[in-house]
Nanobody, 129 residues
Framework: VQLQASGGGLVQTGGSLRLSCAASGRSFSNYVMGWFRQAPGKEREFVAAISWSGVSTYYDDSVKGRSTISRDNAKNAVYLQMSRLKPEDTAVYYC???????????????????????WGQGTLVTVSS
């Protein structure tokens, strides 16, 4: 699976952004998809994930209630709508696909980064205070 993230940019505190991730290659609709982020000087961290069917979603507490992950399997795309952005949301955001198709949702979530084997190049989100 090849992934290309886009939609990052500079936004003021309280603003919104919608990140997109275009996928190509293997059967996209069979993969759990996720968003991660890496702030300057920090480890990459989990943000959100969505099951291959789109029925199940999971969020880190830091973005829960402010972000929505969604996917359009017909378009081979996954999205992350973020609102009420804070300066601490500033980071490079990466989309990722699970290591294996039709994987166990709970096992992939519990595995964190190690559950994802395909990564996009990242898109920078900067939230100004």
């Amino acid at each position: 699976v090849q992934l290309q993230a886009s939609g990052g940019g500079l936004v003021q505190t309280g603003g919104s952004l919608r990140l997109s991730c275009a996928a190509s290659g293997r059967s996209f609709s069979n993969y759990v998809m996720g968003w991660f982020r890496q702030a300057p000087g920090k480890e990459r961290e989990f943000v959100a994930a969505i099951s291959w069917s789109g029925v199940s979603t999971y969020y880190d507490d830091s973005v829960k209630g402010r972000s929505t992950i969604s996917r359009d399997n017909a378009k081979n795309a996954v999205y992350l709508q973020m609102s009420r952005l804070k300066p601490e949301d500033t980071a490079v955001y990466y989309c990722a696909a699970a290591r294996e198709p039709v994987g166990d949702w709970h096992r992939i979530i519990a595995s964190g980064m190690s559950g994802f084997g395909f990564w996009g190049q990242g898109t920078l989100v900067t939230v100004s205070s």
